[in-house]
């Protein structure tokens, strides 16, 4: 049996487009004679829909894409992730399915088991959950189909809560001699790694051959690498595809001894990549999808402040959109070094991008002129600061309204988790590239850039070597406000994405004053994270859609004073 695992990369909602998409998948596996075609999770619409899924009309109309799909299909049996309606009068009122189909008729559906409700997932609120586990005969060999999640079970980055059932492990002791699962799986920087790790577990465990297909492209925040899967029964690796670009990989499987051989396969793919490739190429897929997707702008401009922030960003751009398609600007004031415009300058003439320059000191003196009278007898500080962020900001935003560009904001999760950036100035933007990639990691993709992708220096080093500054006041480094980035980030990843107590922190030998510092500032400064631009997801867990934090709480603190409190009674 010749098997294809075909990644695709659909826009949600475009169900006319994503059909033709498909069709033209089931066309291409006929022509090609390919026994059976597997299709991505939920790819009629693209995942995830949200709450489109509240739509009647949204619904009916992918009701109506399956059966134009099903009636199109011939000698080659297609399997494909859409919505299906639930007709049992109880629950929610669809199911998250995967449809079996070949020659003009749908053969069998099956609903996703395991709905996640944590993290970006949101399943339960929009799926009636499937109970039934029966394998599928599929000339003649029983297959057991399941659907993302239900091959995750138990094995996620943070364990939310544990399931009780193990949809694969049930089929295979109902008689499934092969498991397929086709998904919408994101991407972070861990995953290529724990993916095929857990899918190799499984497939070794079970002891049966294990046909793995994923989503690939980016949703807002979302990015999805594809990075389709095939082990045979010992957990052995036969297959695998390209990451973040649509991909084919075709394999033989032998229906008298289950055996698994791949048709053409690229050996480098089995390797598993640099964290600082994988991190830089999601970006540049999710900026490019972005707008694609959007239709927000054919162009983005951006702040180019000398700093390796904006660079990064700014070479982001211009691998995603190309050169002629990034606009950026530098906007030197009073307190800026001679190296925030040179070097500025240097790494748009190496991109072979277009570099504006607009000083603001007069606008900035203009602000604080008016202002005059009401900050009269009080010191320089924040507010002074600010407006220099507030003024470029605003020209920023000028130029994008008068050209109709898309505004990249360029700021840190370093940065965005303790609010070392100014509300309607440097946080302004239609997206937000970095925003979950640590200061730390900035430093490591910008040096990996110039010693393995480019192969040369296009990132000046001088922006690399320097020491990190706002350039808001004389004299100004991030190290007087922050501690270094080193350790900030280390707390940080502990605090946000291991979840870490308080205690546990500190139990890590980290100072506990620098703790109680740095998560004090997190939780204070949700509320500007709450009004930042949305961020390309690449952690097991980012500001955004996947964590929830109230605004108007007073546990900030809490945790400290109950641990002490306990001490002294102890």
């Known amino acids: 049996m010749r098997i294809r695992l075909e990644q695709l990369n659909p826009i949600i909602g475009d169900l006319t487009g994503n059909k033709k998409m498909i069709l033209s998948a089931i066309q291409k596996a006929e022509e090609e004679r390919i026994d059976l075609l597997l299709l991505p999770e939920l790819v009629t619409c693209g995942y995830p829909p949200m709450d489109l899924l509240e739509r009647e009309v949204f619904r009916n109309l992918l009701y109506k894409v399956n059966q134009e799909i099903i009636e199109e299909t011939g000698e080659t049996t297609v399997i494909f992730g859409s919505i299906t309606e639930n007709l049992t009068g109880t629950g929610r009122k669809s199911f998250n399915s995967a449809l079996i189909a070949q ?60 399931y009780d059932v193990n949809p694969a492990e049930v089929l295979v002791k109902k008689g499934a001699k092969a498991i397929i699962n086709i998904s919408a799986s994101p991407f972070n920087k861990d995953k290529p790694v724990s993916r095929k790790n857990m899918l190799q577990k499984h497939a070794k465990k079970l002891q049966t051959p294990l046909f793995y297909v994923n989503q690939v492209g980016a949703q807002t925040e979302l990015i999805f690498d594809g990075d389709s899967l095939v082990f045979n029964g010992a957990g052995v690796m036969k297959a695998r595809s390209k990451r973040f670009e649509t991909d084919i990989i075709d394999v033989e499987f032998n229906t008298e001894d289950y055996t698994v051989e791949s048709i053409s396969q690229l050996k480098e793919n089995f390797e598993n990549p640099l964290k600082e490739q994988v991190m830089f190429e999601a970006l540049v897929l999710g900026v490019r999808d972005y707008l694609k997707k959007t239709k927000a702008a054919e162009k983005v401009i951006l702040g180019l402040s000398g700093g390796i922030d904006s660079a990064l960003t700014c070479v982001i751009a211009k691998e995603a959109l190309g050169a002629k398609n990034v606009i950026a600007v530098t906007m030197p004031s009073k307190f800026s070094s001679e190296g925030s415009v040179s070097d500025s300058k240097k790494l748009a003439e190496n991109l072979g991008i277009e570099l504006l320059e607009i000083p603001i000191k007069e606008i900035y003196d203009s602000f604080n002129k008016a202002l005059q009278p009401h900050f009269k007898e009080t010191k320089f500080g924040i507010a002074e600061e600010n407006l220099q962020s507030r003024a470029r900001g605003a020209l920023l935003m000028a130029l994008a309204n008068k050209f109709g560009y898309m505004l990249l904001n360029t700021g840190n999760k370093s940065e965005m988790a303790v609010g070392y950036c100014t509300l309607y100035g440097d946080m302004a933007g239609g997206l937000s590239a970095i925003s979950d990639v640590y200061k730390t990691e900035v430093f490591e993709i910008c040096r990996w850039l110039n010693e393995v992708y480019f192969k040369e220096v296009i990132i000046p080093e001088s922006i690399i070597n320097k020491s990190p500054s706002a350039e808001l006041r004389p004299d100004q480094k991030d190290s007087d406000s922050l501690p270094d980035y080193e350790t900030l980030d280390g707390v940080l990843r502990y605090y946000l994405e291991e979840q870490l107590s308080r205690e546990e922190i500190i139990n890590h030998g980290v100072d506990e004053e620098i703790v109680d510092s740095i998560l004090r500032l997190v939780d204070l400064n949700e509320h500007k994270r709450y009004q930042a631009a949305p961020g390309l997801k690449v952690s097991a867990k980012a500001f955004g859609s996947g964590r929830r934090w109230p605004l108007a709480q007073q546990w900030t603190g809490q945790e400290k004073r109950l641990i002490q409190s306990r001490k002294i009674k102890n």
């Open 103 to 162: 020659k003009g008729r749908e053969i069998k559906r099956i609903h996703k088991a395991l709905l996640p409700t944590y993290d970006v997932f949101d399943d339960l609120r929009y799926f009636e959950p499937g109970n039934e586990f029966e394998p599928i005969e599929l000339d003649g060999i029983p297959f057991g189909i399941t659907i993302c999640e239900d091959i995750w079970y138990n094995d996620n980055d943070i364990q939310y809560h544990i």
